[in-house]
């Protein structure tokens, strides 16, 4: 057959594929849009409230080596408890895994400082859990391929930094390095212009009145009234500028920061979980101690070396182990102080410690009770099976003071038991025991011996301490037949918290500030540094923020100051290769594009502004893109920020300043978290806000949780300056009526909205993007968020939503289907159609809300609604079903009450957002099948709506424009878009 045959051949084949699929096969003919939009479903989107594999089977990865992670549980996702394991993570060209290039044992589930795979494209991977031991278990092999065009990144280096040997200071600057960045402040303009600031701000703190009379304590709840980790902050900022302009009227910061690190827990100098001032806000001190402590090193004595060092090891623990990682809990070793006045008991200390089959040392400046005159002193097993013993242990009432309880020695003991102690088993079976020669240098030792975790036992002692305000105990314990502590399902091991992920990325630093001082501060830095290449983000591990821009925004804040920290102390880092931080920043561009000032998927609507001043110049720095420094001028930014600007000050240093440019690409699909965005101009620069149209939509994999809204498949709109509807009410922290998807633009079923179990997933995805498909004159998205509503009766109450019980005894086992569709035309008008059924007659409510309450025209004969929002005139208009809807508009406060289900969330109202109308738009008889399709066209203050005429329940007229969802339909001949909804239905 001759060559022009065959592809004259191939040519018509193709044409009748894209024909049938959804592409034009005429250059005049109409858009159809069919099979070909639809998004396959990606495998990393999978139970991805979780940490999981990473890459996913058969992955095309583009970094060289990828970022690896993998699930806790060897049996996930059948398991969420807390447990503890090890890993060994296997890689290899071969696919039984067999000779592996990478063989690695860890503790924790994501391990990235590994070297560039050559040799090979297609390599496999495994993950053992256990090896070695009785529950020994290996994963299946997974394969990846890397691309020919992906980026190397060598992490092998950092494995074992030579931190060490390069000493203090190592953040932000060294020894080496000094002289640089004093000259920055004259060579660099915006470097210059943060010093200027930094030193104002340093001139401001030394006449503070705290300067010249620190706070000895931080226990006085009065005194200082300023916040003790801002205190922190302040010498951070003031030791910075010590070092880099050399001025010693700045050298009294040396002193504070030790009298500062020499606080003990439980004050408001405390992180989060300890009672300092702030909350998740005090845990910043951590950040703030780790930068003065390497800044300060060399003027420091050995001593006073060893109270920082001390003060960040009992941070790190804290943190690691009973806060972010590990669920210490309070079993094992544990040293309680009880304070009395005569016989009124005053209330207890505690010093709960993890398990440690050597011996480990203590050191705890505990706070005497107010008024107390005498204390109990006991050394515990406290309900965990297994021995706990103790040796060398002192208690003094000054830090240089006498011994006041001294460990016994060789001195008489009584049988069994040493002089002046005594054992109380609290009726549980715990069995006190002496070992004359087990201490650690063969002295006594005294052991507390469980059978079970129900048993418990303490040696005690009491003494006198009228008029003592702290007590210093120090000694050395061991454990015999304990469990270490669980990690946490709910921790940066699988599903971690929003203050979680914050206090660690506040307290990452310490890590690297204490690598080399404390086997605590090592463990810390690997287990972070790893997370920061292979997680990165607990809220969307490959791109977006759960929560949306306002919660993102402010998180990221942390993880970019972690970052920074790390990437500029480590020569090998280049964390900027980190596909992760181009991904998310592309994101955070169009969730909220310059000038709008409200998002409507997650807490803190309108702190967006803040944060992308506060970060996006040292996202731009970090990886080269100039876009984001275009975004970051656009919202205000100017020459630095002034937050952390001690970072911003050394920014140009490290990296070159890219050149501003807006993003090139006005629409986005982040399939695996779950958003598309479009807009007729780039994001990044406000004239698009201004003077064009756009559209954010989201159908979430990972659902509704945390500080994110139940809300999946709402969308929200704007054009020409104006936001044209609204979503998540005040979008504020416990607003109730935010959470609950009645809020948002989307639809209830019987009444009933969306909502997910806090823990673990009921299925691979609760929502979906399905389909998108782009041409010169629209935008296609579709999600299915089927799985975003309950089918069956459970208590789905969490943090910020008192969800009201009629969810305990309603669910949606009958809801088949829910797939939205929406077009965005010729960068003027928006399309919604959604596609619903149930097995049996339901009521489906269509949910639109809007802020102005004036002007609002109903017309009832073409079921349209004709408003404006500040002078952009809107027109919303109902096609499918005409007769079949009824409208009720719910005004003001009448919006927080569900008059389906009698939901009643006005109690919990906060802020000050209130929507004039809020249009429940319901069929008027149940059906087992509806389907709604409106039209929004919002038109300039000097532009017309033109006419919408419906045409048939999928067909609709807008202008010159017909639009059908139906191929079937007749009307599909006059029209110019076709969308094949039945295309975009599960298979």
Known sequence: MPLQVVLVACCLVLLTLFASDGCTAEPNGPVRIGRAARVPENPRSHYSRYVNWRPTDAELVHLNPPRMSWPYWPDFPGNWNDEVHTFTLQISSKPDCSGPVVDVTCAFNFYNTLPALKGADRWYWRVGYDVGSDDEKWSEVRAFTIAQDAVVWDRSALAKPDLAERGHPRILFNNDTLEKMRRLAETDPDSKAAMEYMRQQADAVLAKPWWDDFPKTDRDPEKPKQSFYTIAGDLALVCFVWRVIGDDKYAGVKESAVTWASYPPRGRASPEGLGGDGNEDATQGNEFLALLFDWLYEDLTDDQRQVMIKSLEWRIDHWMNSFAWRR???????????????????????????????????????????????????????YSKGTVWWDDFKVRLAEQGPTVIEHPTSSPLTPGRPAEWRFSDFDTGGKPTVDAQGGREGGVALGIACASSAERGSWGRSLSIAGSQELYVTGWYRTEGQQPAVVRARSLSGCCSSHQFEGSMDTAICGLALYEHSDLGREWFELILNYLIGITNGFGYDEAWNEGAGYGSSKCKWLMNATLYFDTSLPDANLGRNPYYKRIGDWFSRIIPVGMDHHAWGNQRNASRGNHVAHFRKFAYLTGEGRFLLNWQQYGGEQFSKFRPWIEYVLPAYYEKPTPEPEKDTVALFDIAGWAMAATGPPSLRSTYDEGAGIIFQCRPRGGYGHSFNSDSSFQLHAYGQMLNHGGGSSGNQDAYAYHTMSHNTILVDGLGQAQPGTGQLYPTYGRIVGFARGDDYVYFAGDATRCYPKEPGSFRRWGLPLDEVYEQRALPHLERFIRHILFLRGKYFLIYDDLACSKPATYTWLYHIRPEEPFQFDVGRLAVDYAVGDVKVRLQHIAHPEGLKLDDRKGLDAFINPFTGEDYRQWRKGDILCGHNLWISNAEPAKQWSFLAVVYPAPPDGDIPPIERIDDSTVRVGDDVICFDPQSAAVRTANFVVDVAAMREQ
């Not at 398990?355 to 050191?363: D, G, I, L, N, T």
């Open 328 to 382: 210490r809990g309070q079993s094992g070793p544990l040293v309680r102080l009880t304070y009395r006045r005569g016989n009124e008991h005053l209330g207890d200390e505690r010093l709960y410690m993890q398990s440690s089959p050597e011996w480990k040392q203590f050191e705890w400046r505990a706070p005497a009770a107010s008024g107390a005159t005498s204390v109990t002193v006991e050394l515990f097993n406290y």
